[in-house]
């Protein structure tokens, strides 16, 4: 388990159970302010797990939690304050369907913020300029495509200016020729200095934009190392058979 | 000729216009135990949902009970069974009957639309830092309600089909003035054909509204993501 000195997000010991299911065990993780992880692992192995525990919409069983080296209190309103530091962006989308996208970026700020509306307009289309999709604000979420809908959630998240971003799978439900749209504004978003824990199988995303990988199989966290170290040569046999499978053939 | 249909039809449009005033009771009772219901509704699917057991349990017997009983009946204990302790005049109990009935009606109407919206949404409020109830009023609702929509309408009808059963109570509704006019001129089915065509205008009228309603929600959102 890599310790960072000052780990802008630690977690220690984390353990989460579904009914009898043991689904995360003794997790400890510590990211690095600027860091982008990427978490790979098998169907089932607790990837989206780990990332709603992190963010609070799951609660874990045990573990600690702390932010900037202060421990988070599990209590209400201090998770609905944490919650404001971390973006997410889901598999899904779960774009808000009776707004438009311009609205859909503005809530976070205006709504949980309160922010004046006109700050969080221009905010919004902003961010929405940066996704490449402004003109597409007043238009509703069921017009867009897949790749749209996901930049605009992601602008979304951005709107309330996280200091970590988590993805989960954000490309997984997309159509092929649209993945690469949503990952280079994930990658520049690394780029800029953006701290993001990313699930994902994209693996070229994984070589270009992570400072590390993590390997969970089972509810562990198996293996932990650089893309170039992980990709070529894996240490536990559990990790290199996962690979295998991901990894083009050569 | 003229017997071999037993009826006078053509005292319809002469007679049309007599129930104007049992159809506006009609329609009052409808309208007010509409908005009883509403209310208890709204209070009764959130009662359901409530993760305090007392609550969900006391909404989910109102539920049953309600159901499982005919509204005659409940319109019978308001207005006779309370007796002993309340008189409540006919009109009054007519529209508290058809509320507490509608109401069960409307809560699982409620609670089924607030349910089906994808718990992805309330999680994508949750993630930007929303509390639980904002998220549910700014984010869940508003789809919820969209959804109510047409199986509202279509439980709306029957009400206003079900308050005729105050016309067993004497409340002056349209059934009540269409059998007490029918046996006055001796024309039952032709006072009783009168009193179908004014239920017919009024449901008519209300799926048209619905109908109307439902076109201009569906604009925003084609699907669910
Ligand atoms: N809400 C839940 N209730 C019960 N079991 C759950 C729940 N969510 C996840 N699980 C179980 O926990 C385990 C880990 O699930 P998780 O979704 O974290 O896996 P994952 O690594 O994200 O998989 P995938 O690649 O398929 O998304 C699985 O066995 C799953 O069936
Ligand atoms: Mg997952």
Redesign the pocket.
């Known amino acids: 388990m890599t310790r960072l000195k000052d780990p802008f997000l630690r977690i220690e010991h984390l353990e989460k159970w579904?009914?009898d299911?043991h689904?995360l065990r003794d997790i400890s993780l510590d990211i690095a302010e600027k860091e982008v992880v990427v978490v790979i692992?098998?169907?089932?192995?607790?990837?989206?797990?780990?990332l709603r525990c992190i963010n609070f919409l799951e609660r874990a069983q045990k573990g600690k939690f702390f932010l900037d080296g202060v421990k988070i209190k599990p209590a209400e309103k201090e998770l609905n304050r944490v919650r404001q530091e971390m973006g997410m962006v889901f598999q899904h989308f779960n774009l808000f369907p009776h707004m438009s996208v311009l609205k859909n970026v503005m809530e976070g700020p205006v709504h949980v913020k309160g922010l004046p509306k006109k700050e969080a307009r221009d905010i919004a289309h902003r961010l929405l300029d940066k996704v490449g999709l402004d003109d597409k604000a007043d238009t509703y979420p069921a017009m867009l495509s897949g790749g749209q809908k996901q930049r605009v959630a992601i602008a979304r998240a951005l709107a309330m200016e996280p200091r970590v971003m988590l993805f989960?799978?954000p490309t997984s439900a997309l159509d092929p020729e649209l993945v690469g749209d949503v990952l280079k504004v994930m990658e520049d978003l690394g780029r800029e200095g953006m701290t993001m824990v990313v699930?994902t199988h994209e693996m070229w995303f994984a070589k270009e934009a992570a400072d590390r990988v993590i390997f969970?199989d089972d509810g562990v966290i198996l293996e932990e190392a650089t893309p170039e170290k992980m990709f070529t040569a894996p240490e536990h046999e559990r990790t290199q058979a996962f690979l295998k499978q991901i990894l083009p053939q050569e | 000729m003229g017997n071999i249909i037993p009826w006078n039809f053509s005292v319809i449009p002469e007679y049309f216009f007599v129930f104007r005033e049992a159809a506006f009771y009609t329609l009052q009772i409808t309208t007010l135990g509409i908005l009883v219901g509403l209310i208890i509704g709204l209070l009764v699917a959130f009662g359901k949902i409530a993760k305090n057991r007392v609550i969900s349990h006391i909404s989910g017997a109102y539920i049953f009970v309600i159901r499982g009983t005919p509204l005659l009946l409940q319109l019978f204990i308001i207005y006779y069974g309370l007796t002993t302790i309340v008189t409540v005049p006919p009109f009054p109990s007519a529209v508290f009957a058809l509320g507490i009935h509608n109401g069960a009606y409307i809560a699982e109407i409620f609670r089924g639309s607030i349910i089906s919206i994808d718990y992805g949404q309330m999680e994508a409020a949750r993630s930007l830092g929303m509390p639980y109830t904002r998220a549910m009023r700014r984010i869940i609702l508003p789809q919820a309600f969209k959804r109510a929509v047409p199986p509202l309408g279509n439980q709306f009808i029957i009400a206003l089909k079900d308050s005729s059963l105050a016309s067993t109570i004497a409340v002056p509704e349209l059934l009540l003035r269409g059998r007490q006019l029918g046996s006055s001129t001796f024309m039952y089915m032709e006072m009783l054909i009168i009193v179908a065509l004014w239920y017919l205008l009024m449901t008519s009228v209300l799926s048209y509204v619905v109908h109307r309603i439902e076109k201009r929600l569906r604009v925003s959102d084609r699907d669910q993501t």
């Open positions: 579904y009914g299911l689904v692992g098998a169907s089932g192995s607790g990837k989206s797990t780990l989960d799978e699930v969970m």
